[in-house]
């Protein structure tokens, strides 16, 4: 099939490299002419794994090609993919639509032939209906125009498998037409038996933002079940364990820790309650406030730890940051945790000193005062305390015994609870995480005047 894909970052560059990936002609779309050159080279503008060799590989093949025109992209399809961003409105709770509703302005006064324009982008429910009216106002005499939702799920870092691999695939239709052409489009992944779920354009508005706020509110409660470990004297990372062998819960997604960010559960939880609150069922989704407050206390608890851990003041402290981006296996800096730590402790006087496998540059631009460097020992090099902030698979497999002779002091705070802390304790180190007491202190053993805090303080 022809399909465009309107929109070119992060979710547009994904699907529009994996659905030539599939055998479909794909036109990729973007106002950015700087990325349509760089996308037409074969190369990425972002780090995701798999993405450069799948993207490439369409290329060359001929099935994939990128332009900054409306006219040709309403030339060449017969579906049309919306994959622009849906940000938090300036000012508002709610989603930002105005990317959405460009793309329908651009494009559909151009179309003179029937096709399906799909949307990806996570929106409201209702924003189907609002299009399919603006669409029918805009559309040229005889042009069958249609609109459908078909919702993303994707996770950064596994983007490339998530559209390639689904775990299910949601259709918003208002017709058996629109419907059997998105059977047509996932033609491969439905012979390879993955769930098919046909339903009403509401549903599957709604089906997107309920997993994000469902996924959000499970990593906030184990967060505010570490605050009550700490004060209990309990492990969360043993109670998470408990929890997950429970068929009804799982274990996934109940590692104490920062919290969320990105690009999406932040972004999106608010955009669901502002929706709600137009819809006057606000009341139903009041808990989400909560599940957002957790996650920013998250960050600020951690900050807090930290200065427990340093003696109660980080002026003229050095201080290694281990991870700048939201995730571990992505660039993507918006809305982290970890910067967000990094940036408060920074704020506090603290000389900060980050390294990050991938998001060196973005966090660069959004918080250019502190210094970045290249590698782990470098990042901790002299330093009284080093946080570990973002789980990348680098920082699990250091040697902290070697380590060690890089710092000042050995100290870190494994603010994801992904660290072996035995074996970092083995190696001289003092560890300390979030939801996890501070291992007593051996009989005729004293703490080092710097860490006293550490073993008096009531957080962590």
């Known amino acids: 099939m022809r399909l465009t894909v309107m929109g070119t970052g992060y979710l547009g560059a994904v699907h529009a490299a994996c659905m030539a990936d599939i055998g479909h002609d794909v036109l990729g779309v973007d106002v950015d002419a700087r990325r349509i050159a760089l996308l037409g080279e074969g190369r990425t503008p972002f780090f995701e794994p798999g993405l450069q060799e799948t993207l490439a590989g369409g290329v060359r093949s001929g099935r994939l090609r990128f332009t900054t025109s409306a006219r040709e992209a309403a030339e060449f399809g017969e579906v049309h993919f919306v994959c622009v961003g849906t940000p938090q409105k300036e000012g508002s709770q709610a989603a930002d639509l105005r990317f959405v509703d460009a793309v329908v302005e651009g494009l559909v006064p151009h179309l003179r032939r029937p096709c399906l324009i799909v949307g990806k982008s996570t929106v409201p429910a209702g924003t189907t209906a609002r299009l399919a009216m603006r669409v029918d106002a805009l559309a040229a005499a005889g042009a069958d125009v249609e609109v459908a939702w ?39 992944m439905l012979r390879a038996g993955v769930p098919y779920i046909s339903t009403d354009p509401a549903t599957a508005e709604l089906v997107k933002v309920a997993a994000n706020s469902f996924l959000a509110t499970k990593i906030s409660f184990i967060n505010a079940m570490a605050e009550v470990c700490e004060a209990a004297g309990a492990d969360v990372a043993t109670l998470a364990d408990a929890l997950g062998h429970d068929t009804r819960i799982g274990r996934r997604f109940l590692s104490a820790g920062l919290g969320f960010g990105g690009g999406c559960l932040p972004k999106d939880i608010r955009a669901f309650m ?98 970045y460097v290249h590698d782990v020992p470098k990042a901790c090099e002299d330093a009284e305390l080093v946080l570990h902030l973002t789980e990348w698979s680098e920082f699990r497999r250091i040697d902290p015994a070697a380590l060690a002779a890089s710092v000042s002091v050995p100290r870190i705070l494994d603010a994801r609870n992904a660290l072996d802390a035995a074996l970092w304790r083995s190696a001289g180190w003092t560890v300390r995480a979030l939801g996890r007491p501070a291992p007593p202190a051996l009989p005729n053993q004293q703490a080092p005047a710097s860490t006293a805090a550490v073993y008096s303080s009531d957080v962590g």
Do not use: C, W
């Open 150 to 188: 078909n919702p993303e799920f994707l996770r950064e870092g596994h983007a490339v498998e998530d559209t390639l691999r689904p775990d299910r695939i949601v259709a918003g239709v208002s017709s058996a037409g629109a419907d059997a052409v998105l059977r047509e489009v996932y033609a491969p």
């Open 274 to 371: 502002a929706r709600a609150g137009e819809l006057g069922v606000g009341d139903s989704v009041a808990f989400l406030h909560q599940v957002d407050e957790i996650n920013g206390r998250q960050r600020r608890r951690a900050a807090d730890l930290a200065r427990d851990m340093i003696g109660g003041d980080f002026a003229g402290r050095r201080v290694a940051v281990l991870g700048a981006t939201f995730k571990p296996d992505s660039d993507d800096v918006r809305d982290s945790p970890a910067l967000a730590v990094a940036a408060a402790v920074h704020r506090e006087g603290a000389a900060v000193r980050l390294y990050d496998p991938q998001g060196i540059e973005n966090a660069r631009s959004v918080l250019p005062r502190i210094e």
